[in-house]
């Protein structure tokens, strides 16, 4: 029958169950032109019989239920396929994604009221690094806004600046084999504390990164890895005043301080040419996305 329908039979298989009769077959082959692959829904039916079909019972984000297990007062990661999600759990940390099919807003709010009700602090999303992972990520930013969860959507790039076109966290962890997941961890909060400084802009709190302290990570049926603290030591050997200049220069033409008023202005804020009043926590939220932007 796959035969018939287009799929070779020396093509490689991956099935990742949704539930106990609830499955998505990833077949992949090899071609003249490269890798090709395809996508076939299967379940159970009641009476034991297998069926290479979608079915009628609704579909559960994958590893939802794992992920509602654990997410009592922690953040869950969002990511765009099965194969990501995967990658994820292997470096301990839970993961959801969705269905092909499902990728609407009501299945999704639906799945988020899951994690609403496991106590679950928000939802991260790390899209894939293209004009679909971006489309998607607006999707399940509207889907959280409806049901008043707070989300934080990173950009890839933030994550890892040499993130190619259609990339995703799994080619990330492959070409960094001999990082810690302690260290991909981190990575993944300085991309985070970007995202949330972002957000803070837009009047979007999320109280413990405003805080400075980093997200707390559902950690899949694994004792849960403590995020490191903050590696001064792997800092540049400068003097404050040294690290003072730097910044200073960097953004002489963007930041200005009014002795008079106390007060710092951004230059093109809120209207190009203009200079407008800039709050001081965004200022010193820079200054420390800067510092560890050094640290990477």
């Known amino acids: 029958w ?14 990742y169950w949704y539930s106990k009769t609830q499955w998505v077959s990833r077949f992949e082959w090899q071609t003249s032109q490269g890798k090709n ?19 009628s019972k609704d579909w559960r984000a994958y590893k939802l239920t794992e992920a509602v297990k654990y997410c009592q007062g922690k953040w869950v990661l969002g990511l ?19 269905q092909g099919s499902n990728w609407k807003e009501k299945a999704i709010t639906s799945d988020l009221t899951k994690l609403i009700e496991g106590g679950a602090a928000g939802l991260v999303y790390f899209p894939d690094h293209d004009e679909v992972g971006q489309k998607k990520a607006e999707l399940v930013k509207s889907a959280c806004q409806s049901v008043s969860l707070p ?43 970007k995202a949330a400084d972002a957000e803070s802009l837009q009047k979007l709190t999320v109280e413990s990164v405003e805080k400075g302290q980093h997200l707390d990570w559902i950690c899949a049926g694994f004792p ?44 093109g804020a809120q209207t190009e040419g203009i200079w407008s009043i800039e709050p001081i926590e965004f200022v010193g939220q820079l200054v420390k996305s800067e510092v560890e932007a050094i640290a990477i």
């Open 37 to 55: 692959k395809t996508i076939r829904q299967g379940h159970i039916k009641s009476n034991g019989l297998k069926k290479k079909k979608k079915g």
């Open 224 to 267: 849960r890895i403590p995020l490191g603290q903050e590696r001064l030591s792997e800092l540049p050997n400068w003097s404050q005043s040294d690290l003072a200049q730097w910044l200073a220069e960097k953004y002489r033409s963007k930041l200005a301080w009014n002795t008079e008023r106390q007060e710092w202005y951004r230059y």
């Open 151 to 193: 989300c934080l959507i990173l950009s890839p790039t933030d994550v890892w600046a040499d993130m190619p076109i259609k990339g995703d966290i799994t080619d990330w962890v492959e070409a960094h084999p001999q990082i810690s997941t302690d260290e991909l961890i981190k990575r993944l909060n300085r991309g985070i504390t």
């Open 80 to 98: 765009e396929g099965e194969g990501c999600v995967e990658t994820a759990r292997a470096i301990a940390l839970s993961a959801i994604t969705w």
């Open 2 to 15: 796959l035969v018939k329908q287009g799929i070779p039979a020396n093509a490689t298989e991956t099935r």
